[in-house]
């Protein structure tokens, strides 16, 4: 497993943007499949965006399509870029990493070995 610390969250205005980053303390970053998960107050943690090993395979959620990118660079380090942010995407954004070729097209949290602690985002109207 993998430690993952994400940062980057905060209250912003509909609208606005911010952007999440997701730290692993490991040297075999490429070995990972990361993935964005969010959970929202009373709701079941679910899916948001996932990239593959080297960056070039991303697939999104239909809610957050054309708003959101993810990204990742060659050492250890995931972005969630999320523009024109809307009160539904209020939630704590989970981080999470796997090594399973399968988990790219499940997209199940359960196929996740491990997470990060959470970041909050809080759209206002």
Not at 67 to 85: C, G, H, K, P, V
Not at 103 to 108: A, L, M, N
Request: proline content about 2%; glycine content about 12%.
């Amino acid at each position: 497993q993998v430690q993952l610390v994400e940062s980057g969250g905060g209250l912003v205005q509909a609208g606005g943007s911010l952007r999440l980053s997701c730290a692993a303390s490991t040297r075999t970053f490429s070995n990972y499949i990361m993935a964005w998960f969010r959970q929202a107050p009373g709701k079941e943690r679910g899916f948001v965006a996932i990239i593959g090993r080297y960056g070039s395979s991303t697939y999104y959620a239909d809610s957050v399509k054309g708003r959101f990118t993810i990204s990742r660079d060659s050492a250890n380090t995931m972005y969630l870029q999320m523009d024109n942010l809307k009160p539904e995407d209020t939630a704590v954004y989970y981080c999470a990493a796997s090594t399973s070729q399968s988990s790219f097209s499940s997209r199940r949290s359960g196929d996740f070995g491990s997470w990060g602690q959470g970041t909050h985002v809080t759209v206002s109207s």
